[in-house]
């Protein structure tokens, strides 16, 4: 499975931004999605994820509420909407894909990933 994100820019604290993960590979469709985001310095942390079928979704406690994952298997790309972004919020975020089926949230079950795309929140 290989993965493309895109959709990361500079953006000014309680602004919006629309993350994608376009995903390509014959069963990419039926893989476990997830989001994760790694600010200088830090670890790379889980952000969101998703079930193959979008019936079952997870969220860290810091994006729950402002956060929202979906996914569109017809165009093998995976959302992540952003909503009421922080300073905090300011990393590189990440694409992942597991062959599942639970949803997990530790970076070592993601055996995809994509090259992330920088999100950057100003005060």
């Known amino acids: 499975v290989q993965l493309q994100a895109s959709g990361g820019g500079l953006v000014q604290a309680g602004g919006s931004l629309r993350l994608s993960c376009a995903a390509s590979g014959r069963t990419s469709s039926t893989y476990v999605m997830g989001w994760f985001r790694q600010a200088p310095g830090k670890e790379r942390e889980f952000v969101a994820a998703?079930?193959?079928?979008?019936?079952?979704?997870d969220y860290a406690d810091s994006v729950k509420g402002r956060f929202t994952i979906s996914r569109d298997n017809a165009k093998n790309t995976v959302y992540l909407q952003m909503n009421s972004l922080k300073p905090e919020d300011t990393a590189v975020y990440y694409c992942?894909?597991?062959?599942?089926?639970?949803?997990?949230?530790?970076?070592?079950?993601?055996?995809?990933w994509g090259q992330g795309t920088q999100v950057t929140v100003s005060s």
């Open positions: 998703i079930s193959w079928s979008g019936g079952s979704t």
């Open positions: 992942a894909a597991d062959r599942g089926p639970s949803v997990g949230i530790q970076v070592e079950e993601y055996g995809y």
